[in-house]
């Protein structure tokens, strides 16, 4: 048996007095604290029995003030209730017990709490609060212990919780209400099952005998069965037989199937060879577009060709021409217009296809650049005439590429002296 803790409680009249049950009464006036938050026993009497009632569980309080006194409180609840109100009106073990365990119950609540650094944003916080009816308790702790809440704020917040728990009272005498008519509820859901469960009984023997009668036709068309199975059988020996009695019905049989499998192989064959057919005539028009193009291009050639070639042309004496960019068509045009002044032909499309690392390479061999820039890339031409001007070697920028813009940029080479020049396209 656990003792009886000796829990200071006065009479039950008095104690609920001394507890503030009316809150309507003025409270006394609270001394200035600063920014420090209010401890329990620093709350007004009248201000305990709701914190103490609304904040603490009756089983926690029963386990808090037994463990503080070292026992097991055997007092009732209402007992329990009034010693620790008079307790919390100074400061004890069991008002500092309660305290703390309040501060770690609702500590989110208090750090929200501070975050409202004036009475009328604190007063907005607990309106907010008891509205949506969202964890009142933890709510009502932060309010009355925040050092900000005026009196007129803690008198408001106290009719409001008691107001409130004549609400809840009023809650649960309607949830009895409901527990009566769910009650009578289920009564009337348990004779409505009985009644299901007696036409459940009834299905089920219907089912039962269902079951017989399927069973008994199985077993008939077991019988059914094996009488087939013996006609099949006879027929099997009478094929035997006349196998047999004609030795060439295999040989025939084996031919009709051989002859099924050489009519599939046929079909599949005369499918391969219509694909191939259409897949050569597509080969066939590919080379004849491509020979078409071929033609063109040299068509091409030559009028390039008749075009560019000049009457008289500068004497390169064997330097290294690198033309960048042009028409790939125009290539063996650009090549024999530069062997004929004697130059040897290097070449680069400026980064079309080829790579950045030949154009550096090109550059370092070739002695004369003719840059096509209507036919390069922006990183070709940069590298072109950087390295033009940092090497001081002869280069000549043609707008378009053609013959005739060519032959031009050979004739000005003769006449420019090393530096970088342009030449003009045709119109």
């Known amino acids: 048996m656990c003792d009886k803790p000796t829990v200071p409680t006065a009479p039950a009249a008095e104690a609920h007095l001394a507890a503030g049950v009316s809150p309507l009464l003025s409270p006394p006036a609270l001394p200035t604290m600063g920014s420090r938050r209010r401890r329990l026993w620093d709350l007004p009497p009248q201000a305990l029995c709701p914190v103490i009632g609304v904040c603490l569980p009756m089983p926690v309080l029963r386990r808090l003030i037994g463990k503080t006194l070292g026992g097991c409180a055997l007092a009732t609840d209402y007992e329990l209730h009034c010693g ?8 004890s073990a069991i008002a500092e017990t309660l305290q ?15 975050t409202h650094k004036s009475c009328e944003a604190l007063s907005r916080w607990w309106d907010a609060a008891a509205q949506q009816g969202r964890d009142v308790a933890a709510v009502l702790w932060a309010t009355l212990t925040h050092a900000r809440c005026a009196d007129s704020l803690q008198e408001r917040v106290l009719r409001d919780i008691h107001m409130l728990q004549h609400q809840v009272g009023a809650a649960n005498r309607a949830d009895l209400q409901r527990l009566d008519a769910l009650s009578e509820e289920n009564a009337i859901l348990g004779r409505e099952l009985a009644r299901a469960q007696a036409r459940a009984s009834q299905a089920l023997s219907e089912r039962s005998a269902l079951i017989e009668q399927q069973q008994a036709e199985i077993l008939k068309l077991r019988g059914e069965l094996l009488s087939r199975d013996t006609q099949i059988a006879g027929l099997n020996e009478r094929l035997r037989a006349l196998h047999e009695a004609d030795p060439s019905l295999r040989r025939r049989q084996a031919m009709a199937e051989q002859i099924q499998l050489q009519q ?12 191939a057919r259409q897949m050569a005539e597509r080969e066939r028009r590919r080379a004849d577009e491509a020979e078409l193009s071929a033609i063109a291009l040299a068509q091409a050639a030559e009028q390039n060709k008749e075009v560019a070639i000049p009457t008289a042309l500068p004497e390169l004496g064997q330097r290294a021409v ?4 042009g028409r790939p068509s125009a290539v063996p045009v650009y090549r024999q217009l530069i062997e004929r002044t004697g130059g040897r ?10 790579a950045h690392a030949r154009l550096d390479a090109n550059l370092a061999a070739a002695d004369l650049v003719i840059c096509q820039t209507g036919c390069i890339s ?10 033009c001007k940092r090497h001081g070697k002869r280069c000549v920028f043609v707008d378009k590429p053609s013959a005739s813009s060519l032959q031009r ?10 530096s970088t020049t342009a030449a003009g396209s045709d119109s």
Do not use: M, S
């Not at 940029?409 to 090393?418: C, F, K, S, V, Y």
């Open 409 to 418: 940029a050979l004739g000005q080479i003769e006449q420019t002296p090393r």
């Open 378 to 387: 922006h990183d070709a031409y940069w590298r072109v005439k950087e390295h």
């Open 322 to 325: 690198l033309c960048v960019g």
């Open 100 to 114: 703390r365990e309040l501060d770690q119950r609702y500590a989110i609540a208090l750090r929200q709490a501070a």
């Open 84 to 91: 620790a109100i008079n307790e919390c009106n100074r400061r």
């Open 264 to 275: 599939e192989r046929q079909l599949q064959l005369e499918r391969a060879l219509n694909d």
């Open 345 to 354: 032909f290097l070449h680069h499309d400026g980064g079309e296809e080829d």
